[in-house]
């Protein structure tokens, strides 16, 4: 059990910046070279570089050369239905405030 919750703790210490998610999630289709991954994002060549080291070095991505070319891809990519089930606890969040304030704003009307 407590190898299952180090190996949790450091999937999240290594998804704990928003640049290594967007990361993660540019590549949920499949495939990408490293300069278009960079281009979309708006990344500077040596933050991505530092980012996909740490994506890398946790096992998150995998990368291959072709010629110049550098190709990153997802290893697994069930990490995307993690992502989209945090999306939804997200939004579930946002929902929740939403009505809670709702609820403070109709009683405040009513007070007065």
């Known amino acids: 059990k407590e190898n299952l919750h180090r190996f949790k703790a450091d999937l999240f210490h290594a998804l704990a910046h928003p640049t290594r998610i967007a990361i993660v999630e540019a590549l949920r289709d499949g495939e990408m070279p490293a300069g278009k991954l960079i281009h979309e994002l708006g990344l500077e060549q040596a933050n991505a570089s530092q980012h996909l080291s740490i994506l890398r070095a946790q096992m998150i991505?995998?990368?291959?050369?072709?010629?110049?070319?550098?190709?990153?891809?997802?290893?697994?990519?069930?990490?995307?239905?993690?992502?989209?089930?945090?999306?939804?606890?997200?939004?579930?969040?946002?929902t929740d405030t939403k009505n809670i304030l709702e609820e403070l704003g109709a009683k405040r009307v009513a007070d007065k």
């Open 61 to 94: 991505v995998v990368s291959r050369k072709e010629g110049n070319h550098v190709f990153y891809s997802l290893r697994d990519p069930v990490l995307i239905e993690v992502l989209d089930i945090l999306r939804r606890y997200f939004l579930s969040q946002l």
